[in-house]
DNA sequence: TCCCAAATTTCGGCATGCCGAAATAATACG
DNA sequence: CGTATTATTTCGGCATGCCGAAATTTGGGA
């Protein structure tokens, strides 16, 4: 069957390409993220757009219609919930939780998934610190510099820490790099993006990768 | 797409049929107990013996093989931890947690079921008093009697009560019928099965339904 | 034993999603 | 402005699972 949960996927991976902005994407750069070909996006874009998910002008970019985002919200949620509840209630590390969230998210009910909700005390931040949409698809959104962009003497706290790459995420972990754990930045190299912080008062080499992966309080 | 989720439900299916007897079935009651069309079945059937699960004479019954056994009461377990997990941790009620169990098991992970089973003390019996096979497939019968055959006189404690019965079983549970309830048979009806009792000191007239649902502590 | 009814299987078809190769459109650059 | 590169789409095909209709097999009854 399925049916329903290929969409779900190509709704939220449409949404996650720019989360902070208009939510479109190109079907080469959408094929890429999702690791098919073409030609198969291009066939499921037109089904998506039938059905009023998306629009997409030949050629052109594929952008989400109020449907769809409300859809990629409802996804994001699932996604970003299950992620809490797996760190809170069943130890799973911030690297593990990812493979199980993708799958649960299709698969809990909306009872379940408001009983865990209420049981975590209604989260609004997931265990990277990405926000949780609300039920009703609003979304707080952080008030955050990307870190690899901020000046030197910049200082605030860790809001955000990208998931998706398990090995970074324990790198990062091992080094104090935590939510909310506070940073200051101490030197900024010219090239590259990589910065040098205190984490925790503790001086630290950031590479690029990491820089990129953190969003900082403004 | 879904190939494991069928094989794992045809397979359970097939468990199900005859769970205290050799695990066989004709092709046209898998197809009824399945709600699929015999045409199906025979399809399935035939990839279900190329990898091993069961064995099949043509135009002849269907058997599980020791590795389709295996599978069965894995799927089993599943389910029946899961059921029991929703009633203890998420307050579901007796006759609402079969078809989020018939979603679930297919979608958690075994690392989750440890958790969950651990939770919950691992647990030897589901809501319904049905046994909940161990990790490595071992099961432990119930030592009861079909109610409906029980004698005159007959008394002991309910130990199990047949689910996928939603209306049924809220009747159960609002005539006192519960789980471990002591039941005592003060009246036999000579035909139709029907049943008076005794369910917690009280008098009650079990239809012939409720009495095929019901096993007896022996 | 022979034949009929019921059960089972075979066959062509359909829907979903995916792929690679070939065709086509858009874009970028000289 | 024209062409070459790149992106996108179209096309035929494949795999999984399902269906109904048309064989085929089985087993029981006359």
Known sequence: MNGSTTVEDYVKTIYGHTEWQPESITPSALAARMGLAASSVTEMVKKLAASGLVT???YGAITLTDQGRALALRMVRRHRLIETWLVESF???????HDEAEVLEHALSDRMLDAISRQLGQPTRDP???PIPAADGTVRLPDAVLLSQASDGHRGAVVRIS?????LLRWLDEHAVRLDAPIEVIERRPFGGALAV????HPLDLGSDAAAA???AA
């Open 56 to 58: 997409h002008v030949p």
């Open 91 to 97: 130890g799973y590390g911030w690297d593990e939780v």
């Open 128 to 130: 990277h610190g990405d």
């Open 163 to 167: 998931d998706r790459n398990p090995e």
């Open 198 to 201: 205190l984490v925790d008062g």
């Open 214 to 216: 953190i969003w900082l």
